[in-house]
């Protein structure tokens, strides 16, 4: 018989924009806060029966390097004994993080887990590849923000590598998704976000984030970035 899974809580940092107000925060330190206040709150469960952490990483090309889950749960004081697994789905990380805990508990390999997602795509590095020989001048440069890198040619010729971008002008084009369409859909979600943030819903998942300054106070980051609550079909403000 299958052991039952349940969340029982889930709190995030802030959304930030591209660029903006975490780009200056390290990823496995936006990681480490989340599951610090999370074992603060839930203080009843001691630190050391967490069964594992399972975090979802896209990018892995920089501060979120290797096993960005390992490295955050002992930033954030949990014992060495707790062990961390890091997940890549791309786009769908996370959510394939919070399967593989609850398939866990369903199979009786743990009780207690954390599991989530972590990216900043702002600091994603500029990647250098390998010359093919010494003193070589056939190294390739990206920048791992976004999209493919270091593509494997038969990959490409079979599958094709496109980039989000693209595909969305695809999809478009072989679904006839009209620019108004996207527009009002775009407003909808956006008079969503401002609706629940207004209520103060989206308060109660969201933990702050201080950002330390070079000179003055630091900054208190406590607000989604991306949403725009005098937007409009015409113009965003």
């Known amino acids: 018989m299958l052991k039952e899974a349940f969340i029982i809580d ?3 940092t802030p959304i930030g924009s591209f660029g903006g107000g975490l780009s200056t925060v390290r990823t496995d330190d936006l990681a480490a806060l989340v599951i610090e206040k999370l074992t603060e709150k839930h203080s009843n469960i001691p630190l050391d029966c967490y069964s594992d952490v399972i975090l979802g990483c ?10 960005v889950a390992r490295m955050s749960l002992l930033l954030a004081g949990l014992p060495w004994t707790v ?11 996370g959510l394939s ?4 805990a609850k398939r866990a508990i369903n199979s009786g390999d743990g009780e207690v887990f954390i599991a989530g ?3 900043n795509m702002t600091r994603g590095p500029w990647v250098i590849s390998k010359v093919s020989k010494p003193f070589g001048r056939d190294a390739e440069m990206h920048d791992s923000s976004f999209g493919w890198r270091f593509v494997n040619r038969k990959m490409h010729q079979l599958y094709g590598t496109e980039s989000m971008g ?3 002008e695809n999809l478009a084009e072989k679904y006839q998704i009209s620019r108004e369409d996207q527009d009002k859909f775009a407003h909808w979600s956006q008079l969503k976000g401002s609706k629940a ?3 103060g819903r989206l308060a109660k998942e969201i933990t702050k984030v201080v950002v330390p300054q070079r000179k003055g106070a630091p900054i208190v980051f406590e607000q989604d970035e991306f949403i725009k609550p005098h937007t409009t079909l015409e113009v965003s403000i």
């Open 10 to 12: 889930g709190i995030r």
């Open 58 to 67: 896209a990018n892995q090309a920089g501060e979120d390097n290797r096993n």
């Open 83 to 93: 062990p961390g697994e890091t997940v890549n789905r791309l786009c769908s990380s």
């Open 97 to 100: 993080a919070i399967d593989h």
């Open 117 to 119: 997602g972590v990216e």
């Open 166 to 168: 693209q595909t969305a």
């Open 197 to 199: 943030l207004a209520s």
